[in-house]
């Protein structure tokens, strides 16, 4: 993580920690205790995990090494909450996340409580640079978390054949952009990409280093559901020709045949939503695509996806934050990455390996996190989350 203004002072960290600690409670008003608990992919975690692991990131990175005589909540929740920080030790299988009746729901948001009182007095002392900058990373993974609330919730009950309603007006899925579907011209050049500043960014951002461009165009918006149903209706998913090797054996052992969450009624199509399945907005922004798909529809445009450095330089030419948005570039170190000491050096370092990079933002991104280079980053065959198309040539 980069630095974070150190003007912010106790007060302002604990104001901003109750606003996003009471936001992910606000998230989980409408749910019933059932709707905590499942978890029918591995690529998803219940609710239930997602609230008590962002506690557990406050409790284990903050309060444990640094409040004197902090009692943990429960010793075995170290063990059932963590993620994937093999510093800090074992933990459940990924897979198993909801196969966790207990602890209850209740007890997870006793622990919220316990772990917010000791943070709450914890924020109220003089803390030093080290302890400032972790709690606002803390604050970051929350609301990445927050997103993944929705994005994994959604999953799970679309997997309901009764298609149950999270929350009545909110299909943000069908929010649409200004209609603009022309190309900006960015000119070859040499430019600088990644953070500049001395606000929060993560530390995959860091590197800021010079890259050399040859002349493109970008597309000033995104891949609409109406282009992307002719792609459909032009057979292209049965057409190898447009398809990626690795994509093609995809599309066909999983028999796709739509973006997911498309659903065909008698040749009329829906969509699941966060409100329930509706009929398709066509002039929405096409979303859950993969990698894969993404790819192929560029080439069935004559067209390519920008590289992440393409579209960061040219982002000041369109209005981005209703898609993640499928680059064709690798998640790769920038130059002179180094990954922090601890379990913090856990947080993006290791995954750089056979994944895509996403810019941009969505529809259920919290605030703070839609910059331009900000880099998301997914396995080619997910698409679970927001993610869309934009095109470049």
Request: overall charge negative.
């Amino acid at each position: 993580m980069q630095a974070v203004n150190q003007q912010r002072t106790e007060n302002e960290l604990l104001s901003y920690f109750k606003e996003v600690r009471a936001r992910t409670e606000e998230l989980c008003a409408p749910l019933e205790t059932e709707d905590f608990i499942p978890q029918p992919t591995v690529d998803v975690s219940p609710p239930k995990w997602n609230i008590a692991h962002t506690t557990w990131f406050f409790e284990e990175m903050i309060l444990k090494r640094f409040a004197p005589d902090y009692q943990v909540f429960d010793p075995d929740f170290g063990f059932l909450f963590n993620s994937y920080y093999n510093t800090i030790g074992t933990r459940t299988n990924r897979d198993e996340r909801g196969a966790l009746s207990r602890p209850t729901v209740a007890e997870v948001f006793k622990y919220r409580k316990y772990v917010d009182a000791q943070m709450s007095e914890f924020l109220s002392e003089e803390l030093s640079a080290e302890i400032k900058d972790l709690v606002v990373l803390g604050l970051n993974h929350e609301q990445q978390h927050q997103e993944l609330f929705l994005t994994d919730l959604k999953f799970t009950l679309s997997r309901n054949p009764l298609f149950p309603v999270y929350r009545e007006n909110y299909a943000v899925e069908e929010i649409c952009e200004m209609p603009n579907a022309g190309f900006a011209a960015i000119a070859e050049g040499i430019y600088e990409i990644g953070y500049a500043g001395d606000g929060f960014c993560f530390d995959n951002e860091l590197g800021r280093h010079k890259v050399f461009l040859h002349d493109f165009e970008i597309r000033q918006s995104l891949v609409t559901n109406a282009e992307y149903l002719e792609f459909i209706e032009d057979k292209a998913y049965e057409n190898f020709n447009l398809w990626h090797s690795e994509g093609w054996d995809w599309v066909n052992q999983n028999a796709v045949n739509a973006p997911l969450y498309w659903v065909d009624r008698d040749g009329e199509w829906f969509s699941f939503t966060l409100s329930g399945l509706r009929p398709i907005n066509w002039d929405a922004p096409v979303a859950h695509v993969s990698f894969y798909e993404a790819a192929a529809f560029a080439e069935w445009k004559s067209a390519r996806l920008p590289t992440e450095f393409e579209w960061e330089i040219a982002s000041t030419k369109f209005e981005y934050g209703l898609r993640w948005e499928w680059t064709n570039s690798a998640y790769l170190a920038y130059p002179k990455f180094k990954k922090a000491a601890g379990a913090v050096g856990e947080y993006n370092g290791k995954f750089m390996i056979n994944q895509m990079v996403l810019r941009g933002a969505s529809v259920v991104t919290p605030g703070g996190h839609s910059r331009a280079t900000y880099r998301n980053f997914f396995h080619p065959n997910l698409r679970w989350q927001f993610t869309g198309i934009r095109l470049a040539k």
